[in-house]
């Protein structure tokens, strides 16, 4: 079965500062990946996908992704950090034949301290 | 704003209550989705409609009640729930339920059970 694990429930980054938040996952075979994002009282928005092709996925924002197969990850990074990038990210994995559901991680909070 | 629109935003309802949520995409999708998001826990799927027809109950309580009149409209009925039913309802829309579609979220439905 598949399964999602977000290293670290918070992160706190000084604004300007690097991000980086990590994302493994566990399947059978390299799934489609995602990474979203939750404003507060807002629902989840795309940042990026990763499908097939190139391993590195830019996404909104400023924000990419790299897929490493070798590594199962797919962590999450942005040069530099907006105050505006406050927000609680999700990555999230699916099949890539047949099914349609979503296996979402617990979620990491990203805090922005200026 | 993702093209999902739910109502109400926020929602306060004894065990004995019958309430309803409602969601509405603008996107022309044919598969939509009830989630429930509850604190330090990943996102749970917990029903699924593809051209109306419900493809996945994810063993949820008898006590919610989906319904999906047309494409374009979900509803979750709610009767006799427990207080660990609160938590945010988030409601998301695909084209279809092929892999790898994107999932497009409303901002959620906040629910609080006395």
């Known amino acids: 079965a598949q399964s999602v694990t977000q290293l670290g429930s918070h992160v706190s980054v000084s604004e300007g500062a690097l991000v980086l938040l990590r994302c493994n996952y566990s399947?059978?075979?390299?799934?489609?990946l995602f990474w979203y994002v939750q404003y507060p009282n807002q629902g989840l928005q795309l940042l990026l996908k990763?499908?097939?092709?190139?391993?590195l996925v830019k996404g909104i924002n400023g924000f990419e992704a790299e897929f490493k197969k070798s590594e199962t990850s797919f962590h999450l990074t942005k040069p530099s950090a907006h105050m505006s990038d406050a927000a609680e990210y999700f990555c999230?994995?699916?099949?890539?034949?047949?099914?349609?559901?979503?296996?979402f991680g617990t979620g990491t909070r990203l805090k922005v301290l200026a | 704003e993702t093209g999902v629109t739910q109502t109400p935003r926020h929602l306060v309802m004894g065990m004995t209550n019958k309430k309803s949520l409602k969601c509405e995409q603008h996107?022309?999708?044919?598969?939509m989705y009830w989630y429930k998001q509850s604190a330090k826990k990943p996102l749970e799927l917990m029903f699924v409609?593809?051209?109306?027809?419900?493809?996945e109950n994810n063993s949820v309580p008898s006590r919610f009640s989906p319904e999906c009149p047309n494409s374009s409209h979900l509803f979750l009925h709610l009767h006799t729930l427990q207080p660990e039913d609160s938590a945010l309802y988030l409601c998301?829309?695909?084209?279809?339920?092929?892999?790898?579609?994107?999932?497009?979220f409303g901002a959620g439905t906040r629910l609080s059970v006395l």
């Open positions: 990763y499908t097939t092709g190139a391993t």
């Open positions: 399947s059978s075979v390299p799934p489609y």
């Open positions: 409609y593809n051209f109306k027809e419900q493809t």
């Open positions: 996107l022309g999708h044919n598969a």
């Open positions: 998301a829309s695909s084209q279809d339920q092929g892999a790898g579609n994107i999932q497009y």
């Open positions: 999230a994995v699916s099949d890539t034949s047949g099914t349609y559901k979503y296996i």
